[in-house]
């Protein structure tokens, strides 16, 4: 555990935006886990594993990292990829903890329809932490400020996620966050 803090702290040095937002990830999954009925050793390693679903942005060039317009298109491919370097670091492990990060590392970018990457994995073909840690991430990103956008207002926030469920996120999964919402907007304000 102290490992997986420390290798975080060290990828705060390369993107200092995102120290407040993993720690948010860590509460909105294992909140959200709870919630949907994932016993309670499960959402404490959720939370943990949730945490490190960027990891693999440690393997993606400053000038694309931290660049502060919209991307191009060979810029995407490559900012892309965070997904399976980050599958890359961690597989092979016979630790429950690193397989979970493996497994969210991979797949957190994924759409319920299809659409996502890098799999183009459809509905329940992506694991549950995997469409557990994707809705708590667009929640979180879309509430925040960015470097390519400004924080969005909670009200345009559910809009937006009802208009995404069931096609970028799991419809069950937003029913469910949407119906305790205030639970995810007081961990927003308790860790900004
Ligand atoms: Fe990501
Ligand atoms: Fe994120």
Same mark, same amino acid.
């Given at each position: 555990?102290?490992?997986?803090?420390?290798?975080?702290?060290?990828?705060?040095?390369?993107?200092?935006?995102?120290?407040?937002?993993?720690?948010?990830?860590?509460?909105?999954?294992?909140?959200?886990?709870?919630?949907?009925?994932?016993?309670?050793?499960?959402?404490?390693?959720?939370?943990?594993?949730?945490?490190?679903?960027d990891?693999?942005?440690i393997?993606?060039?400053?000038?694309?990292?931290?660049?502060?317009?919209?991307?191009d298109?060979?810029? $995407?491919?490559?900012?892309?990829?965070?997904?399976?370097?980050?599958?890359?670091?961690?597989?092979?492990?016979?630790?429950?903890?690193?397989?979970?990060?493996?497994?969210?590392?991979?797949?957190?970018?994924?759409? $319920?329809?299809?659409?996502?990457?890098?799999?183009?994995?459809?509905?329940?073909d992506?694991?549950?932490?995997g469409?557990?840690?994707?809705?708590?991430?667009?929640?979180?990103?879309?509430?925040?400020?960015?470097?390519?956008?400004?924080? $969005?207002?909670?009200?345009?926030?559910?809009?937006?996620?009802?208009?995404?469920?069931?096609?970028?996120?799991?419809?069950?999964?937003?029913e469910?966050?949407?119906?305790?919402?205030?639970?995810?907007?007081?961990?927003?304000?308790?860790?900004?």
């Amino acid at each position: 555990m102290e490992l997986i803090q420390r290798l975080l702290k060290a990828t705060e040095f390369r993107d200092k935006d995102t120290g407040e937002h993993i720690i948010r990830i860590g509460y909105y999954t294992s909140e959200l886990g709870k919630l949907i009925g994932l016993d309670e050793d499960t959402c404490k390693i959720l939370s943990h594993a949730s945490m490190m679903h960027d990891i693999g942005k440690i393997g993606i060039p400053d000038n694309i990292l931290l660049k502060p317009g919209k991307l191009d298109q060979e810029e $995407w491919v490559i900012m892309k990829t965070h997904t399976t370097k980050g599958a890359e670091i961690l597989k092979g492990s016979k630790s429950e903890l690193i397989k979970m990060v493996e497994e969210i590392a991979l797949t957190h970018h994924e759409k $319920w329809d299809g659409t996502g990457y890098p799999k183009d994995l459809k509905g329940e073909d992506t694991p549950i932490v995997g469409r557990i840690t994707a809705i708590c991430d667009v929640f979180d990103a879309l509430l925040s400020r960015r470097p390519y956008k400004k924080a $969005w207002t909670i009200e345009v926030v559910i809009e937006e996620m009802k208009c995404g469920s069931g096609t970028h996120l799991d419809a069950f999964l937003v029913e469910i966050f949407l119906d305790n919402i205030e639970i995810f907007i007081n961990i927003k304000e308790k860790y900004s």
